[in-house]
């Protein structure tokens, strides 16, 4: 066998299961070296790629729309009063129960910026970058409790068992860092009800599923050696086992073993990628400042450091926002805690030329009705999931800024213009990647199976720069 | 598609029609033809809508609704659609509206019993939808001479020659011992068992081990791991609560049955309908555990009538992929596009597992973040003597950390206080009498006590919550219990649910099979029962081709069908139909349905048996070696790598069955999850921690990371076949893994110990160990200088024999079969 004959049955062995001959070309350029763009396999792509990479937020627990982002000046006319019918009769809640009363938000809303986005006062800085922001106000989902709902909103089913969107992405468009993992994943907070399941990689191969980045022990789940092996010693260790298994490999002629060789020098080449990653030395002050002090902060200025070294898919997940009490309090305790590094990461990625490749997403399950639930005061009530209607927003990446998108009814219970499923929203999405939604397909339980389903789904062309 | 109009045209099946009717062929097809047949033929079937033949125009759309119902045009949608007023909804989409003058020609044609003569028209038989019959054996080719081939070689061999190929040469039988050994038992054979077969190396002392291994209670532990992937067998609810389970007697069970070579019939009826069976034993209802593996969603706020829909779906669905081969879970919200199985006969099927009682309900009413509940039907089970010694080690280790957090929290609480009189005095008198209590401190009252003193101490916190987890594992291994089967003595009534929307109910069915497949025979019951009986009726097409090909799977890596979760028309065609269906029948007839002595034979094949070396000259031919020229040696399953690796390090724990076990894995991998249960992971101790990975804990939404690294599923649905993929984070989990690191360690001393005086002895002692075969001459210098390095370096022999099984413990090879 030649050596280019044995790297592409190298890369094909990495799909021990037959019939997906594309998605092998993108597996292999996520793990091994020198994948540039020319990597990206054609049948994915249909237009020219606006993005390379994806931020992706998702507030855990569902953050409410109506106090942040979906203004409802009714609402405020008909506080702690009985809510119509309508809105709830023949509907199911998690939790309302009897006739519940409706519960205005207590935030002033402000119009920000050229394009005039309007965002609560819980959301100050997000204000000073709202004109790079794309407001979808007419989200929806079939699903109301979280872990379904999650599931939903990553894999396109409500099911556990199917791969994520940053799974797809990477088995798309593979990963242009030959020392990162290519989908790399943030906690802050709990864990998200629907656990790993919202960063594995389902039926695809595992190679695309998510790497944690954890703030505690190891970054990556054994990432360092054991005590007293040194980073030298490490290295002579795998030379040895390296010229073990090339020994194998001239008796067997196995491509998988030339695999595994080069899987041991990217571990050994991950131990050093990853901890700088947390170094911030090289930082201004500036910078550091502009994110400001925290847990959080430090996590989203890792995401911007690590789609500067191509990863593809960074997802960043941030709990708990599930406010069916206090929630008030929490609103406003979580609000302080994103929105100073959320607009610092738009900032920083644009001064750094990075925003227009780099398409930033806020996302969460579900949104919140516009009935109060619980206790009648301001320090105790709170609000009930809604799949119904609920917003997101997106910046950068090609997506035009300064516009809101969609509209809900007076009530914000309900979509009344522009609905957008959130299989919609996972085509734009692969759309800004150059990726043809309907052609990336993998074959799974004798079908091309899809990110979007079966069901049409639509790229919202309208907000589209 | 036009022949089947031809077909149509010609055929003279029309009933006696009235003068001045309507004619279908005159009046009606032409206006079909005209207008609707660009998206409604038979190939695009848009919406599950096909107008050009009398199979697809009677089968409800994609909807779940009937085109026309005859004798009633205001019902039939049909009409609906080209009446439509608004254009965006209206058929056809393009183009100009249906005539006045022919809606009304339909509208007669309804009225007038709608019918559609019957073409004969079906979609063609899939191979997989006919028995399989015995074909007669090729002729053996030369090739096979002196090589003690059987049946499977036959039909290899004539395959491999008429592809200009041959089969490999014999492997060398130390590589032949450990291949079986690790495909048997899932562990490798010692430098002993290798030695005594190297004495020895002929095809009858082969063939007497085999004979040994299968009959090894190891065989069980090792053969359980498919299908406990296909079970879905977890130790955890699934979703947001994601709460411990216990469902290990069923894993139990299943280990018992394989290692008793319970024949697969009655080893699929015991665990589809074991509570139906006359006089069902304790043994027939845990059995029935089967289905109760399906995930449950208990989160708070969920609706106990979706979950009952998801959970009865799940059961159809895994029923089809096991026994019927087919993605009958397609047709939950249409037509299966591709084989032939209807929206009604999916829910015909649904059916059969929709007579079982509700298993969760709210706890409560209202507002409050009250979980749900399981309540569904729970089988205490006999304890064993096992059993009572697993739980006295549990209860051991409850009470220590009970004591343990008691000491703590009253000497945190004491040191709180301090001599200050004012915080004494300012104490909540309960608080005060908690504090003087003498007798150990309940759960409850540690809680209340540091909630009260010490709201902040978060160490505390999470040390009382451990205390609390290891209180209910005990409690559960006090009260075996195991979720099973049971019928409601009521029928429940399922009716279609449209789009796959439970709320959205269509036309009522009762229990039935799909029509392609053999008949239900009119004797059987009409319950699961039945319905197990029907899945291994040797009449299934089915179910011998999936069993054999999933053997073929385990052993070989691959299935004669590379789909094994689908055999229908989507799935790829078998590389070797002959011998697949050799096999099937062969499993069935002769084999009376015996896994062990259908294993046995490929066992026993000259194909198995030979060198997996690759050649150039074969690998252009055939480069993905679909024709088996060369044994394809492939990764070792996550459980096997860490229990190989036990054994060779000398900590693997023998001990069988009970409840799972923790191995060592770092803190903060489990992580609090809101409205989830047990947070916090608490690791075995002593022998426990190494037991083989079939006991290893199986939570769904933090599986075990050196597990989740090598590709085991999480087992929230039926997976059929496992990636194997080659990462880095395996290099790592090997390399690093404080349990790897540990193995290393224990290898080492092991090596010091047992591997003889002289470094060269060591070294082929361990390599012997670690791959039963010899070092060749480089190899063993290769590792001689590891070793020697790190000795010149640290001086310590402890580290230069680390160093040495570190390496044989990340060899490719160690973690293959070859």
Redesign the interface.
């Known amino acids: 066998m030649t050596s280019t004959d044995r790297d592409i049955m190298g890369r094909r062995q990495f799909l021990t299961r037959t019939g997906a001959g594309v998605g092998s070309l993108a597996l292999g350029s996520l793990l091994q070296e020198s994948a540039g763009a020319e990597a990206v396999p054609e049948q994915f792509r249909r237009v020219a790629p606006k993005a390379k990479s994806v931020i992706f937020f998702h507030f855990t627990g569902a953050p409410s729309h109506l106090d942040l982002f979906d203004h409802k000046p009714v609402l405020e006319k008909y506080d702690r009063q009985l809510a119509p019918k309508e809105l709830f009769e023949g509907k199911r809640f998690s939790f309302l129960r009897g006739h519940p009363k409706l519960l205005a938000s207590p935030y002033e809303f402000t119009k920000h910026g050229q394009g005039g986005n309007e965002l609560s006062s819980l959301l100050p800085r997000l204000g000073t970058v709202a004109d790079e922001m794309c407001l979808i106000k007419s989200m929806h989902t079939t699903e109301f409790n979280h872990a379904p709902a999650q599931l939903f909103f990553h894999t396109g089913l409500n099911r556990q068992g199917n791969p994520s969107i940053g799974s797809w992405t990477t088995y798309g468009l593979g990963s242009e860092s030959s020392n990162l993992p290519a989908y790399v994943v943030f906690m802050k907070g709990n864990t998200p009800g629907a656990g790993a399941n919202l960063w594995k990689s389902g039926y695809l191969p595992s190679v695309h599923q998510g790497v944690r980045l954890r703030s505690e022990g190891d970054a990556v789940l054994y990432l360092n050696n054991p005590e007293g092996i040194s980073r030298d010693h490490r290295r002579r260790t795998l030379d040895s086992i390296e010229a073990l298994n090339q020994q194998n490999y001239e008796l067997i002629g196995d491509p998988e073993i030339q695999t595994r060789i080069d899987q041991y020098e990217m571990a050994f080449r991950m131990q050093a990628s990853v901890p700088e990653l947390n170094d911030f030395s090289q930082e201004s002050k500036a910078t550091r400042e502009m994110y400001g002090k925290s847990e959080f902060a430090d996590q989203c200025l890792q995401a911007r450091r690590l789609v500067e070294r191509g990863v593809r898919f960074v997802e960043l997940f941030h709990g708990d926002w599930d406010t069916h009490s206090k929630q008030e309090s929490r609103l406003a305790n979580n609000c302080a805690e994103v929105d100073q590094p959320i607009s610092a990461l738009i900032k920083d990625l644009k001064q750094r030329g990075l925003l227009d490749q780099t398409l930033v997403v806020w996302g969460a399950e579900f949104g919140r009705t516009p009935m109060l639930q619980g206790d009648d005061s301001p320090e105790k009530c709170g609000r009930d999931h809604q799949k119904d209607a609920f917003t997101v927003w997106m910046a950068g990446g090609g997506v035009k800024g300064g516009i809101t998108y969609g509209k809900t009814n007076e009530l914000g219970n309900e979509v009344a213009e522009n609905p957008v499923e959130v299989r919609d929203l996972h085509a734009t999405i692969l759309h800004q990647l150059g990726i043809d939604h309907e052609r990336l397909t993998y074959r799974f339980q004798g079908f091309d199976q899809r990110l979007t389903g079966v069901e049409k789904a639509t790229v919202l062309k309208e907000i589209l720069s | 598609m036009m022949n089947r109009f031809k077909h149509l045209i010609g055929l003279a099946l029309f009933p006696p029609l009235s003068a001045g009717a309507i004619d279908f062929d005159k009046d009606i097809l032409p206006i079909l033809e005209a207008n609707c047949l660009d998206c409604h033929d038979g190939e695009t079937l848009k919406g599950g809508v096909g107008l050009d033949s009398y199979y697809y125009a009677t089968l409800p759309t994609d909807a779940g609704e009937s085109l026309f119902v005859p004798g009633k045009p205001a019902e039939s949608v049909l009409l609906h659609v080209v009446e439509e007023s608004d254009p965006e909804k209206r058929m056809p989409p393009k183009g100009d509206p249906l005539t006045s003058g022919e809606i009304a020609a339909l509208r007669e044609w309804i009225d007038a019993g709608a019918v559609w003569p019957d073409d004969g028209w079906r979609p063609p038989l899939h191979w997989s939808f006919l028995a399989p019959t015995l074909p007669s054996l090729p002729e053996p080719d030369p090739m096979l001479a002196d090589r003690h081939s059987n049946g499977i070689d036959y039909f290899i061999a004539a395959k491999l020659s008429a592809n200009d190929l041959t089969i490999n040469e014999e492997t060398d039988p130390a590589r032949l011992l450990r291949r079986v050994y690790l495909d048997t038992l899932g562990l490798p054979p010692t430098v002993e068992q290798v030695d005594e077969f190297l004495k020895n190396p002929t095809f009858a002392h082969y063939t007497q081990i085999v004979e040994e291994l299968l009959s090894s209670p190891s065989f069980g532990e090792k053969w359980a791991t498919q299908w406990l992937d296909l079970a879905r067998y977890a130790d955890s609810e ?5 709460a411990p389970r216990n469902m290990w007697p069923y894993r139990d069970w299943v280990i018992d049955a394989l290692n008793a070579d319970m024949p697969f019939d009655q080893f699929s009826i015991e665990q589809l309908a074991g509570d139906l069976l006359p006089e069902a034993t304790e043994s027939q209802r845990i059995a029935t555990a089967f289905h109760r593996n399906a ?1 449950t ?1 208990l ?5 106990p009538e979706e979950d009952h829909y ?1 959970v009865v779906a799940d059961r159809t669905a895994t029923t089809g ?1 096991i026994w019927m081969g087919l ?1 009958v ?2 047709a939950q919200c249409h037509n299966h596009k ?1 084989d032939p199985i209807s929206a009604k006969e999916y829910y015909e099927l649904f059916a059969f597992f929709n007579n079982t009682p509700m298993e969760t309900k709210q706890k409560g ?5 009250s979980a749900l509940q399981h309540i569904g039907p729970t089988l205490a089970v006999a304890q064993t003597r096992d059993d009572r010694s697993f739980e006295e080690v549990a209860a051991t280790h409850y009470r220590e950390a009970r004591e343990r957090a008691d000491f703590n929290l009253r000497e945190r609480a004491a040191e709180m206080i301090g001599s200050s009189e004012t915080i004494r005095e300012a104490l909540d008198p309960s608080t005060v009498k908690l504090m003087a209590t003498k007798t150990a401190l309940s759960n409850q009252q540690m809680k209340t006590l540091q909630r009260a003193l010490l709201p902040r101490d978060t160490e505390m916190a999470v040390e009382i919550e451990k205390v609390e987890i290891s209180a209910n594992r005990l409690k559960a291994m006090r009260e075996k219990t195991v979720r099973v089967m049971e019928e409601l003595g009521e029928t429940r009534t399922t009716y279609i649910a449209k789009r796959g929307d439970f709320q959205a109910r269509g036309e009522a069915v009762t229990p039935g099979t799909p029509a392609a497949l053999h008949p239900f025979p009119e004797n059987y019951p009409k319950n699961r029962l039945g319905l197990a009986r029907w899945l291994v009726d040797p009449a299934n097409p089915l179910v011998a081709r999936t069993f054999v090909n999933r053997l073929w799977i385990e052993i070989f ?2 299935g004669l069908v ?2 094994p ?2 055999f ?5 065609l078998p590389t070797h139909p002959e011998l697949l269906d050799w096999l099937s029948v062969t499993f069935v007839e002769k084999d009376a349905w015996s896994l062990k002595k259908s294993l046995r034979r490929i066992l026993l094949s000259a194909t198995y048996r030979q060198s ?5 000259t074969r ?2 031919k055939d ?2 070696n679909q024709l088996l020229w060369r044994h394809p ?3 070792l399953s996550a459980e096997t790598i860490r229990d190989q690796a036990l054994a060779i390090s000398g900590l693997l724990s023998p001990r069988m069955h009970g409840p799972h076990s923790r191995p060592y894995q ?4 489990w ?6 249960s047990e947070s916090y992971y608490i690791p075995s101790r002593g022998e426990d921690a190494y037991r083989r990975g079939v006991y290893t804990i199986w939570r ?4 075990y ?1 050196s597990f ?1 690294n090598f ?1 085991a599923p ?1 087992r ?2 039926c997976v059929i ?1 496992r ?11 090997l ?4 349990a790897f ?1 540990e193995m290393a360690e224990a290898f080492a001393e092991r090596i010091a110990r047992e591997g003889g005086r002289t470094l060269d002895a060591q070294v082929d002692w361990a390599f012997r160990t670690a791959l039963s075969r010899s070092p ?1 001459d ?2 063993r210098l ?2 001689q200088s ?1 070793h020697e ?2 000795l010149g370096e640290s001086g310590s022999k402890q ?1 230069a024999l680390f ?1 040495l099984a ?2 044989l413990m ?4 160690s973690i ?1 079969r ?1």
């Open positions: 699934g979703y947001q609560r994601d995930p969603n989160e708070a706020g969920t609706d998801k992929m993605t879970g397609c591709y009413s209202g507002f409050g973040m890596g691959r590379t789909t979760e689908d229908g028309s989507q799935g790829e997996v070396s690759s050649n150039e690998a252009q480069p993905k040696g492939h990764r770092p803190e903060g991998v992580r609090k999850t809101a409205g989830a769904r939404n933090n599986h990371p989740a590709d999480d929230a649905a076949q990636d194997v993929s080659n990462t880095p984070l395996q290099s790592l989990t390399l690093n893994d404080p690191v060749k480089s190899e290769l590792l590891a390095s790190v580290k160093e570190t390496i990340n060899l490719h090879e293959s070859s």
